[in-house]
Every structure is written in structure tokens, then in C-alpha cells.
């Protein structure tokens, strides 16, 4: 059974950095994308970075480019998503999701079907 846990989520000023992760269990990276995916109270999921475990291939949304970086620990069979410059517009709960890859790439971010497994989210609250 994969499990995704994610980890990592706080209260943190604007200007701050946290780091989340997301721990895979029962889940070979390799042909694997995994996606970084936030969702904020009234507004709808926005897919925010993704990586292909196998290619490395890492892909960003406008929302967060050049602020956040996607990585992965083959060892620990763990991803990452470093966050710098937080913003207010940053609070959400932070889910990591997995899905197959194609050809060494991701579904673009804000399809969220080919996803098949889900973490159950962490709260990051960024105050002013």
C-alpha cells in the first residue's frame, strides 16, 4: 500500500523559508513524478512544482518560480520542497501527491487526475 506523509508545515513570518517533506512508502521512484500540490480555504487546489523521479525534470509554477525548489532523496525515498520569500498568499495546506510519468515527464501542473496517491496534507500559515 503506498503511503505519502508529509511533514515539515508551521506558522512562519513573511520573508521566512520552511522546508516540507513528503516521505514515500511502498513506492519505487524511478518512471514516478511527484507533485507539490496547496489548496487554501475558498480557493481551489493549485499545482504548484512537480518532478520526475527517474529524469530529475522539475517543473514550477508562475505563483512560485525562482521562491521554491523541488528535490528528492532516493535514499530516504523522500521529496522535498524548500520554500524562500514566503508570502501571506503562501498559507495553504500543502499536499505531495504520486503519479506515473511519460517519457521522462510530468503532467502539467494543475492536472491533478494522473495522480493516484495523495499525503494528507500540511498546514503552512505565513503571517504578515
Known amino acids: 500500500q503506498v503511503r505519502l506523509v508529509e511533514s515539515g508545515g508551521r506558522s512562519v513570518q513573511a520573508g521566512g523559508s520552511l522546508r516540507l517533506a513528503c516521505a514515500a512508502s511502498?513506492?519505487?521512484?524511478?518512471?514516478?513524478?511527484m507533485a507539490w500540490i496547496r489548496q487554501a480555504p475558498g480557493k481551489e487546489r493549485e499545482g504548484i512544482a512537480s518532478l520526475h523521479t527517474g529524469s530529475g525534470r522539475t517543473y514550477y509554477s508562475d505563483s512560485v518560480k525562482d521562491r521554491f525548489t523541488i528535490s528528492q532523496d532516493n535514499a530516504k525515498n523522500t521529496v522535498y520542497l524548500q520554500m524562500d520569500s514566503l508570502k501571506s498568499d503562501d498559507s495553504a495546506v500543502y499536499y505531495c501527491?504520486?503519479?506515473?510519468?511519460?517519457?521522462?515527464?510530468?503532467?502539467?501542473?494543475?492536472?491533478?487526475?494522473?495522480?493516484?496517491?495523495w499525503g494528507q496534507g500540511t498546514q503552512v500559515t505565513v503571517s504578515a
Open positions: 511502498e513506492l519505487t521512484f524511478g518512471n514516478i513524478c
Open positions: 501527491a504520486a503519479g506515473r510519468g511519460v517519457l521522462g515527464q510530468c503532467p502539467i501542473l494543475g492536472r491533478f487526475d494522473p495522480y493516484n496517491y
